[in-house]
């Protein structure tokens, strides 16, 4: 790959010391740790903008902490403007045109790793990010499920887009002359049937855009990268295929994260988030989940993710105290349901999961994505 060249680093240091400020909804949320940036370097891939924080101090009207509402973003190009949106990728990649949907004429903050994108918003470099949570194909992006909890970001909004890969190559290299293709390792496994019958080996990159960069900037001539349409214009590549999934209906849904969460609505579709984790025991999981059956509330993702922190349960005894059970982990369980956190049954319903979770945390309650673009 590309050498990375060093140039100054961000530290917590770099930024005004502003105070954390408590989630406005009315449940009572376990503090989880955060972590300021430690000293990560800035590549020349990323640029992730080091002149920020003076700006910050010297305009510090541009960084407004009142809390946000559901018309500060997504949907009103004016919002956009002046508005820095960290992603995690290089220019071209999907997340920067899911940043842009989100929050049009907004200012990109390419970060060389989705931790780096927590980072900078908590951190004041950049006021929201936009990172992928699922993918239709290859299914929940793990590593973002467990930054949720361990950063203290609020959920703001969601965007989905319809992904549209394509075969891209140094200008006069063909079909035939391949003999590998480099792209993130989701992007391979979604063109497998294509890339098959090329009998090219694949080799996997931290991100698309990144892997046609990867090819432009050495001038490969048997290599190509699989990558977006503006990934071949921002690095002037040939287009050899488009299209080249194997499901034409492959959907990324992306997370718009933001220090402060906004003030929930009824005016529209909203979604929102919560964690929670439980006692061990025989239908405990589907008493948690009866608290939105019984209000008729829609849960539209649910996913389990082993505590780290408490990765093994405490070993119990049978009736008379021998022969031990040993449970091998403890979960967290993410949840998404259709409905805004100032409906009442929505408050209702968490206030009767709160009895009985030994850990319940909102993430955010957002107006619903309903378009779909295509990238």
């Known amino acids: 790959m590309a050498t990375k060249?060093?140039?100054?680093?961000?530290?917590?240091?770099?930024?005004?010391?502003?105070?954390?400020?408590?989630?406005?909804?009315?449940?009572?949320?376990?503090?989880?740790?955060?972590?300021?940036?430690?000293?990560?370097?800035i590549t020349s891939k990323i640029s992730c903008c080091i002149n920020t924080a003076a700006a910050a101090a010297s305009n510090p009207q541009s960084y407004n902490k009142r809390p946000l509402t559901?018309?500060?973003?997504?949907?009103?190009?004016?919002?956009?403007?002046?508005?820095?949106?960290?992603?995690?990728?290089?220019?071209?990649?999907?997340?920067e045109s899911a940043a842009?949907?989100?929050?049009?004429?907004?200012?990109t903050v390419p970060c060389d790793q989705f931790d780096i994108a927590f980072q900078a918003v908590e951190n004041w470099i950049a006021d929201r990010a936009v990172l992928p949570i699922e993918n239709s194909l290859g299914g929940s992006i793990h590593r973002n499920y467990d930054l949720l909890l361990r950063?203290?970001?609020?959920?703001?909004?969601?965007?989905?887009?319809?992904?549209?890969?394509?075969l891209l190559a140094c200008h006069g290299v063909?079909?035939?002359?391949?003999?590998?293709?480099?792209?993130h390792p989701q992007a391979l496994a979604q063109c497998e049937h294509k890339l098959t019958s090329l009998r090219v080996v694949r080799e996997a990159a931290d991100d698309t855009a990144g892997a046609a960069q990867f090819v432009a900037l050495h001038k490969?001539?048997?290599?190509a990268?699989?990558?977006?349409?503006?990934?071949?214009?921002?690095?002037?590549?040939?287009?050899?295929?488009?299209?080249?999934?194997?499901?034409?209906?492959?959907?990324?849904?992306?997370?718009?994260?933001?220090?402060?969460?906004?003030?929930?609505?009824?005016?529209?579709?909203?979604k929102t988030s919560i964690v929670f984790s439980l006692d061990e025991g025989p239908g405990m999981l589907y008493k948690a989940l009866a608290v939105f059956s019984l209000r008729d509330i829609n849960l539209t993702k649910i996913e389990s993710r082993p505590q780290r922190k408490r990765p093994l349960l405490q070993p119990v005894g049978d009736s008379d105290g021998m022969n031990p059970v040993y449970r091998h982990f403890d979960y967290l369980f993410y949840c998404d349901f259709e409905a805004s956190m100032a409906a009442p049954n929505a408050q209702n319903a968490l206030k009767h999961l709160k009895e009985f979770a030994t850990f319940l945390r909102v993430l955010g309650s957002y107006p619903m994505d309903i378009n779909l673009v295509n990238f």
């Open 151 to 166: 950063y203290r970001l609020h959920i703001v909004g969601e965007v989905q887009l319809s992904v549209r890969h394509c």
């Open 225 to 270: 990268a699989v990558a977006s349409i503006n990934a071949a214009r921002i690095y002037n590549l040939n287009v050899l295929a488009q299209d080249i999934q194997d499901d034409s209906d492959n959907i990324t849904r992306f997370l718009m994260l933001a220090r402060e969460p906004i003030i929930p609505g009824t005016d529209r579709p909203f």
């Open 100 to 107: 842009q949907k989100a929050y049009p004429n907004c200012e």
């Open 5 to 41: 060249l060093k140039t100054p680093s961000i530290t917590s240091s770099s930024h005004p010391p502003f105070a954390n400020k408590s989630s406005s909804y009315n449940i009572n949320l376990t503090t989880a740790n955060t972590f300021p940036i430690q000293n990560h370097p």
């Open 174 to 183: 063909k079909l035939e002359n391949l003999k590998r293709v480099l792209s």
């Open 70 to 95: 559901s018309t500060d973003f997504a949907g009103n190009s004016k919002d956009g403007a002046g508005t820095r949106v960290a992603y995690q990728g290089v220019s071209g990649a999907y997340s």
């Open 220 to 223: 490969l001539k048997d290599t």
